[in-house]
């Protein structure tokens, strides 16, 4: 290569660096380096007023272990097995109500794209603080649902929210109810799949519930697989709903106080930024790894229609 053709490579990688340089300063000042401080700041005691002080894997072991100095921190795992709850209970209830609507969208019927509008409307709405508020007084003692039981099916229901039994399950009824993101992901997967398969099985005499789990369910296998992974990251973040609902404080008796929760009144409600900030790294570890485990039994479940 001669000295201009090499002067003209240089000039080149510059330009293309120089128009790089607004993505590469925002990913190394907003998100990199908050998160190797945050980081640090989990191995240390930080209440913003004044330095952090390293304690070392203190923030942990208070998390998990605790002894008679440092006791555990037994709101800690509660909000970790109310967050399991919510996921595990919420994201395949979601995934079936969605992938349900997604067949009835499938069909060739008037006002489709309307009702296809209608149904995606939920998912723009349903994470607004508004939202939350309407929520919270739709399943209030006195709200809308308990006023219809009592004055229509003379019932008498309880106060939904304010229970703890029943409060984690109008979060779950929420989330459920914002289907429509997944929906229109499964709608898109549906009309991929060719007709000649459905054809093909009904000259055989399959009828629609063995059409069903022979051909949809295995074709739809890798979007089912992606929406399952999505939400599930999705829902262990929650919090606008929990943090509205439950009036900031997680209640009733930390029935509804979702692990993202707990981490924003840690770190903003009792000024405790290094524990806050060493659940923010658990969080990140238990999505990791639950995301591993989805993508190794996937293998063997999800089929990608070339044999692997």
């Known amino acids: ?25 925002g990913f190394f000042l907003l998100t990199l380096y908050p998160m190797l401080y945050s980081l640090y700041l989990s191995f240390t005691e930080f209440n913003i007023l004044q330095p952090p002080k390293w304690v070392g894997l203190r923030n942990y072991f208070i998390m998990f272990i605790g002894n008679e100095q440092f006791p555990r921190d037994e709101r800690f ?19 079936a109500f969605a992938l349900a609507v997604a067949m009835l969208m499938n069909q060739r019927l008037k ?3 309307f009702y296809r509008t209608l149904y995606y409307i939920p998912t723009l709405l349903g994470g ?29 229901p309880p106060a939904w929210i304010s229970n703890p039994k029943y409060a984690l399950y109008t979060l779950i009824l929420l989330s459920v109810w914002q289907f429509g993101s997944p929906m229109i992901i499964f709608l898109a997967g549906l009309k991929q799949i060719p007709k000649e398969y459905y054809e093909a099985s009904s000259v055989d005499g399959a009828g629609k519930v063995k059409q069903f ?34 009036g900031g404080q997680g209640g009733p008796l930390d029935s509804t106080m979702f692990y993202s929760l707990y ?7 009792f000024s405790e930024m290094g524990y806050a900030s060493a659940m923010a790294w658990v969080l990140l570890i238990i999505i990791a790894a639950l995301t591993a485990l989805a993508f190794k039994v996937s293998g063997s479940l999800v089929s990608y229609g070339s044999g692997e």
């Open 1 to 25: 290569m001669n000295k201009k053709a090499r002067t003209r490579a240089i000039r080149e990688n510059l330009s293309s660096y120089a128009f790089l340089t607004p993505w590469l300063l």
């Open 77 to 95: 795992l509660n909000s970790l097995l109310v967050t399991f709850r919510f996921v595990f209970i919420s994201v395949p209830l979601k995934l």
């Open 111 to 113: 006002l489709i794209p």
């Open 128 to 156: 607004s603080v508004a939202i939350a508020v309407l929520w919270r007084r739709l399943f209030a003692g006195d709200g809308v649902l308990n006023t219809i039981l009592r004055s229509a099916f003379h019932l008498n």
């Open 213 to 246: 789990f022979a051909i949809t369910l295995p074709s739809l296998s890798p979007i089912i697989f992606f929406n399952l992974v999505m939400q599930m990251i999705s829902a262990f973040q929650s919090f606008t709903q929990a943090y509205i609902v439950s």
């Open 263 to 269: 981490l924003y009144l840690k770190g903003f409600g």
